[in-house]
C-alpha cells in the first residue's frame, strides 16, 4: 500500500468534515493526497456508495482506479469515477421523464438517442450536404470531416461555457480582426449548427452539446435530481479541475458546499485542455465555496536539477537573461542534433538503449512529439526493437478505417451483398484472399484473384474447380479447397442475408477464425473486428430506434459512409496504464493528460511547430469561445502569438514536473517531410546551448 | 490470491467459471476478443435484451421517486406495457419502505474482492432486508435452478457481510435477509428465499473453495468444459474449435443482459470523451 506523508495524512484527515481547495504545481503530492483521503475514508467507515471521484477525462481517473482496485472493496459500497458527460449521461437516462417537457423537443414522450462523435458526424453530414451543393465553406479550403468537428466544436463550447448556440457566430465575428471576407463562413457555420440542432430537437438525438446543455439547464435545477445526486454523494474528490469547463464548475460550486466532506485539487499552470474548453481561470472560482485553501509547493520527491532545468527553459521562452546554471545542469539536460530525421529517430533509440542498459527500467521513459504519426511510431519501433526494447503507445483514438482488417471484412461485406453494387477492386479481393488464406502469399493471392473475380457477373466470385487443374496446383490444393469452402459459405449466406454487423460476427465465427482461415489464433484481427461490429451495432440500434432520414438499407449507407470519410469509426483506445516493460511513446499533450512521472524524457523533433502553433479551425477559436473573452474585443495576431508562447512555456513546464531525472532533446536539419523547421523551441533551445555548452558541443546547431 | 489484484468478482464471472473454466479464463483474465455470435436468432434476442434494458430502467425510475405517470407515458411497446402493469401492483406497495434501486455493493471473501448490484434493496420497518432481482426473459427457471444460481447464494452473502454500513443502528444479518426474483412474464409467481445463519456459513465455506480452486488454475491451467453444448452459445467456439455455428437459443439468455448491466456499473468512469 502507497506510502503518504504526514501532510498529506492531515489533509485527509481534516477533509473528513471539511472541504478543501488544494492547490500546487504538478509534481507536489496532490493527486496522493486524494489517495490518502480515500484511505481515511475508508478507515473511517464510509461507504464507497457516497463517494464520488469527478475528473475532466477518463485517463485523469486511472490512478483512482487502480488505487480501488487494491483497496479491494470500500465498506460494503463502489466507488464512483465520473466525467461531467457521464454524469450527463447517467442523468438524463434516469431523469428524462420529467425533464423531457420543459425541453424543446418535439416528441418528448420518446426516450432520447445519444449520439457519439460518429453518429453526430452522419447526421450532421446528412444535415451539410446541401449546403455543400451551394458552395457553403469553399472559401475555407478544408475537407468536409474537419469542417463537421468545427461546426461540432462550436455547439460544444456554447453548451460547456453557457452561452446560447445561436450565438456562436457573433461571437466569432466580433473578435475577427483579418479580413472581412472570412466572416461569411462563421456565419455559414452558424447556420448549419442550427439546422443541425432543430434536427436533432425533432428527432430526440442528444448530440454531446445537447447532453450538457440538458444537465445544466434542466436537471440541475430539478430538484429531484439535484438531491439524488446529492444524498448519495456525501464525499467528493474533484481532481485537475483546471482542465474542466465552467459548466461543470458550475454545479459544483452549489454542491460542494453541500456535502460532508471534499477535496477539490487544483494543478497550478496547468489548464492544457483549453481546445476542449478547459477553464482554469472558472475553476479558481471553487476556491470560494471550500472550507480550507492549502497549498502543496515543495516537490513530492527531490528534483532539484529539473527544477533548474525548468527555470532555465522558461526562462529562455519569455525572453529573459540566462543568468548562472550550475554545473550539475548539464546532467539532466542534454540535445543532440542529427542532419536527417531517420537518424534523429536511430540517435533517440541508442539514447534510449544506453539508459536502459544501464538498469534504467523502459516504463521510466517517454518518447514525446507534438504529433505522433504511424509512420514515427513505426520508425522508433523498429529502431528500438534492434535493441530488443518494447514500445507502448497511445493516441486517444484511431480510426478504424486505417486498420487492413477493417478492408478486409468490408470487401467480403461487399462480395456477399452484390446488390449493393458495391464492387471492390481487384487489389481489394487480392488484399481480401491474403489475408483471410492462411499461407497464401500475395503472388499467389494475386493468381487466384485474376483467376476467380468475375466483376462482370451477377457474383462476383467463382468456383476454384473451374480452374484449370495446373492453376490450382500453383495456388496448392490446400489453399483451393479452403477458398472453395469460403465460397461455398458465401454463396449459402446468400439465401439469407442479414446486417452487416450480423453477417460479420458470422462470418468471423464460422470462417476466419476455422482451421486453414487466417484470423485463427490472430488477436489484433480479432480486436478490429471487434470494434468495427460495435460501431455497426450502434449505428444499427440508433437507425432501429430512430430513422430520421429513412435510409433504407443502414448496412450499405455505414459502409458508404465510412468510406467517404465521413465517420472514422473511432475508437477510443484503452487507457489501460502502459506496460512496465515498454518505453512509452505519445504525443505530448496525451502525456500531461495521464498524470504520471518517468525518469526520462525525449522530445524530439523540437524544431517542429507543432510545439507552439496550435491547429489551424478557421471555423471555431477556443480562446474566444470562452467565458474568459471580452463579447467585443478582437482576436489580433499579438493574442495568437502570446498565447502560443504561454501555450509553449506552460507545456514544458508540465512535461518537466512529471521527469524525475533527465531530458534529451532531439532535432534534425530536416523534419519528417523534408522540410526545414525552427520553432521556438528550437530557438530557446539554442540560446540555453549557447550559455552552457562549449562550441564544441554545440556544433551543427 | 495474488493473482486476483485489480480483479474484482461477481456473480456473472463465477457462473461463468462454473459453466467452463477456460472461458472464465478468456473472457476476464485474458480479456481477450473474440466477436463470434454466441447464440441465434440476434435480433430476437437482442430486441428482448433491449426491452429487458427499458424495464429495468422504468423499474430503477419508479423507485427514484420519478411519478409513474410520468414514466407510463414513455412506454410505446405493448410487451413492455404489459409488463409495467404486470409489475405496478407488485412494485408500488415496496416504495412505502426504505428503497435502494440498482443499489451497488462490494465485499470480500476469502480475502478477493467481490462486487454485485442488486435491481433494488428494501429495507422494511421491521428491519428485513429484501434483494429484488427483476427477470425478464420469457421462460421461469424452476425454483431450484433458481436457488443453485450463484447469485442467490452470492447477494445475500454479500448483503449480509455489508449489512452494518447500511444501517449502523441495526445492520443485516443472515437471517434477516431475503431474495426475491419477480419475473415481468410470471408477474404472480415471484420466488422467495429466505437466507439464514446456517446457508451463510455454507456459502461462505462454497465461495472459499471455489476461489482456492480457481486460484489453483493459474498453475495447473483452466480446463475447456465437457459439456459440449455450452460451447454452442459460446462466442469463443471457433477458438476453441468447438464447432462454427451458434446455438438457437429457445429463450433469450438473461445472463447477458445481467452482464451488459455489469459491465456499465463496474466500469464506472462515463463513455464519452469530448
Ligand atoms: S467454446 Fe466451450 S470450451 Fe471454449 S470457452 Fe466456450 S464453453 Fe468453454
New binding site residues.
Given amino acids: 500500500m502507497k506510502q503518504f506523508s504526514e501532510m498529506q495524512e492531515n489533509i485527509a484527515e481534516h477533509a473528513i468534515a471539511e472541504t478543501i481547495f488544494l492547490s500546487g504545481n504538478a509534481a507536489t503530492g496532490k493527486t496522493t493526497a486524494a489517495l490518502a483521503y480515500l484511505k481515511t475514508l475508508r478507515a473511517t467507515g464510509v461507504s464507497g456508495n457516497s463517494i464520488m471521484i469527478l475528473v475532466p477525462q477518463r485517463s485523469l481517473g486511472i490512478v483512482y482506479q487502480d488505487f480501488l482496485a487494491k483497496l479491494g472493496d470500500f465498506n460494503g459500497g463502489i466507488v464512483q469515477i465520473n466525467t461531467q458527460s457521464g454524469l450527463a449521461q447517467r442523468m438524463i437516462r434516469l431523469f428524462w421523464p420529467i425533464i423531457a417537457y420543459q425541453t424543446p423537443f418535439a416528441n418528448p414522450r420518446l426516450s432520447p438517442l445519444f449520439l457519439n462523435l460518429e453518429t453526430s458526424q452522419y447526421y450532421l453530414d446528412k444535415i451539410c450536404q446541401p449546403f455543400f451543393e451551394k458552395g457553403y465553406f469553399e472559401s475555407v479550403h478544408l475537407e468536409p470531416p474537419r469542417i463537421l468537428t468545427q461546426i461540432l466544436d462550436n455547439l460544444n463550447k456554447s453548451a460547456l461555457v453557457g452561452f446560447p448556440y445561436q450565438e456562436i457566430s457573433e461571437r466569432l465575428k466580433s473578435a475577427w480582426n483579418l479580413a472581412p471576407g472570412h466572416m461569411h463562413a462563421y456565419d455559414e457555420a452558424q447556420e448549419v449548427a442550427d439546422e443541425f440542432r432543430h434536427f436533432c430537437y425533432q428527432h430526440n438525438l442528444l448530440d454531446f452539446s445537447l447532453q450538457i446543455e440538458i444537465l445544466q439547464k434542466y436537471l440541475w435545477p430539478s430538484l429531484l435530481c439535484k438531491q439524488h445526486l446529492q444524498n448519495q454523494f456525501r464525499y467528493i474528490i474533484y481532481d485537475n479541475c483546471e482542465e474542466d469547463t465552467a459548466s461543470i464548475h458550475d454545479i459544483m460550486l452549489e454542491w460542494l458546499p453541500k456535502t460532508s466532506g471534499g477535496l477539490v485539487i487544483f494543478d497550478e499552470d496547468a489548464g492544457f485542455r483549453t481546445f476542449l474548453g478547459a477553464d482554469p481561470i472558472s475553476a479558481q472560482r471553487l476556491k470560494s465555496v471550500c472550507n480550507f485553501v492549502h497549498t502543496l509547493s515543495e516537490p513530492f520527491l527531490p528534483r532539484e536539477n529539473m527544477e533548474t532545468v525548468s527555470n532555465v527553459l522558461n526562462a529562455a521562452l519569455s525572453g529573459e537573461r540566462i543568468n548562472h546554471i550550475s554545473g550539475t545542469f548539464k546532467h539532466s539536460f542534454s540535445h543532440q542534433y542529427d542532419d536527417f530525421y531517420p537518424k534523429m529517430i536511430e540517435s533517440v533509440a541508442e539514447k534510449v538503449n544506453e539508459l536502459v542498459s544501464n538498469g534504467i527500467k523502459p516504463a521510466e521513459i517517454a518518447i514525446l512529439a507534438p504529433y505522433v504519426s504511424d509512420a514515427l511510431r513505426f520508425q522508433i519501433q523498429q529502431q528500438l526493437s534492434k535493441h530488443g526494447i518494447e514500445l507502448a503507445f497511445h493516441r486517444p483514438s484511431r480510426s478504424l478505417r486505417e486498420e487492413p482488417v477493417t478492408h478486409v471484412l468490408l470487401t467480403w461485406a461487399k462480395i456477399a451483398h452484390p446488390e449493393w453494387g458495391l464492387i471492390p477492386t481487384h487489389f481489394d479481393l487480392r488484399q481480401a484472399l491474403t489475408y483471410t488464406l492462411q499461407g497464401l502469399d500475395p503472388i499467389r493471392a494475386d493468381l487466384l484473384t485474376r483467376v476467380v473475380f468475375q466483376s462482370k457477373k451477377e457474383f462476383w466470385l467463382n468456383k476454384i474447380f473451374s480452374v484449370r487443374m495446373e492453376v490450382q496446383e500453383r495456388i496448392s490444393h490446400y489453399i483451393s479447397e479452403k477458398y472453395q469452402e469460403l465460397l461455398e459459405w458465401l454463396i449459402t449466406y446468400r439465401e439469407n442475408p442479414v446486417d452487416l454487423d450480423i453477417f460479420l460476427a458470422r462470418f468471423f465465427g464460422e470462417i476466419l477464425t476455422q482451421p486453414g482461415f487466417a484470423f485463427k489464433d490472430n488477436f489484433h484481427a480479432a480486436e478490429v473486428t471487434s470494434k468495427l461490429i460495435d460501431s455497426i451495432q450502434n449505428f444499427r440500434q440508433g437507425w432501429l430506434q430512430r430513422n430520421p432520414l429513412q435510409i433504407i438499407n443502414i448496412s450499405q449507407e455505414y459502409i458508404t459512409t465510412l468510406e467517404a470519410g465521413v465517420i472514422a469509426a473511432l475508437y477510443l483506445q484503452s487507457w489501460d496504464k502502459p506496460p512496465e516493460n515498454a518505453v512509452y511513446l505519445s504525443p505530448a499533450y496525451t502525456f500531461l493528460m495521464q498524470n504520471r512521472t518517468v525518469q526520462y524524457q525525449f522530445w524530439i523533433d523540437i524544431g517542429s511547430l507543432g510545439w507552439w502553433q496550435r491547429l489551424l479551425q478557421p471555423l471555431t477559436q477556443p480562446y474566444v469561445l470562452s467565458r474568459n473573452w471580452l463579447p467585443g474585443q478582437k482576436w489580433t495576431d499579438f493574442n495568437e502569438y502570446e498565447t502560443n508562447q504561454a501555450n509553449l512555456r506552460r507545456l514544458c513546464a508540465g512535461l518537466i514536473k512529471r521527469c524525475e531525472s533527465g531530458l534529451f532533446l532531439h532535432y534534425s536539419g530536416y523534419n519528417e517531410s523534408g522540410g526545414e523547421d525552427r520553432g521556438p523551441l528550437l530557438k530557446a533551445v539554442q540560446k540555453i546551448l549557447r550559455f552552457t555548452f562549449t562550441d564544441q558541443e554545440i556544433k551543427d546547431v | 490470491m495474488k493473482h486476483f489484484l485489480n480483479f474484482s468478482f461477481s456473480q456473472m464471472k463465477l457462473q461463468d467459471y462454473i459453466?467452463?473454466e477456460?472461458?472464465f479464463e478468456?473472457k476476464y483474465i485474458l480479456q481477450q476478443a473474440w466477436p463470434a455470435l454466441r447464440s441465434e436468432p440476434v435480433i430476437l434476442i437482442e430486441k428482448q435484451m433491449q426491452l429487458g434494458k427499458q424495464f429495468h430502467l422504468l423499474a430503477q425510475q419508479l423507485f427514484s421517486g420519478i411519478p409513474e405517470s410520468d414514466i407510463a407515458q414513455q412506454i410505446d411497446d405493448i410487451n413492455l406495457l404489459e409488463w409495467w402493469q404486470n409489475f405496478l401492483p407488485f412494485a408500488l406497495p415496496l416504495t412505502k419502505n426504505d428503497h435502494y434501486p440498482e443499489y451497488k455493493l462490494s465485499g470480500r471473501i476469502n480475502n478477493s474482492p467481490f462486487i454485485a448490484v442488486f435491481d433494488l434493496l428494501v429495507i422494511t420497518k421491521e428491519n428485513q432486508f429484501i434483494i429484488y432481482d427483476w427477470k425478464t426473459s420469457q421462460k421461469k427457471q424452476t425454483r431450484s435452478e433458481l436457488k443453485e444460481k450463484i447469485q442467490s447464494r452470492l447477494y445475500p452473502l454479500l448483503l449480509a457481510q455489508a449489512g452494518k454500513y447500511i444501517r449502523r443502528d441495526a445492520p443485516a444479518q443472515p437471517d434477516s435477509i431475503e431474495m426475491v426474483y419477480w419475473f415481468t412474464n410470471y408477474p404472480n409467481e415471484p420466488e422467495t428465499f429466505q437466507y439464514s445463519e446456517n446457508q451463510y456459513e455454507i456459502d461462505i465455506e462454497y465461495f472459499t473453495n471455489l476461489l482456492n480452486e480457481i486460484s489453483h488454475k493459474f498453475e495447473s491451467g483452466f480446463e475447456?468444459?465437457e459439456n459440449l453444448r455450452?460451447?454452442k452459445f459460446?462466442q469463443?467456439?471457433s477458438?476453441?474449435e468447438?464447432g462454427d455455428q451458434a446455438g438457437l437459443s429457445e429463450a433469450v439468455n438473461e445472463e447477458l443482459w445481467a452482464e451488459q448491466i455489469e459491465n456499465l456499473d463496474i466500469m464506472q468512469i462515463g463513455e464519452i470523451e469530448f
Fill in positions: 459453466e467452463c477456460r472461458r478468456l475447456k468444459t455450452r460451447c459460446c469463443y467456439r477458438y476453441c468447438r
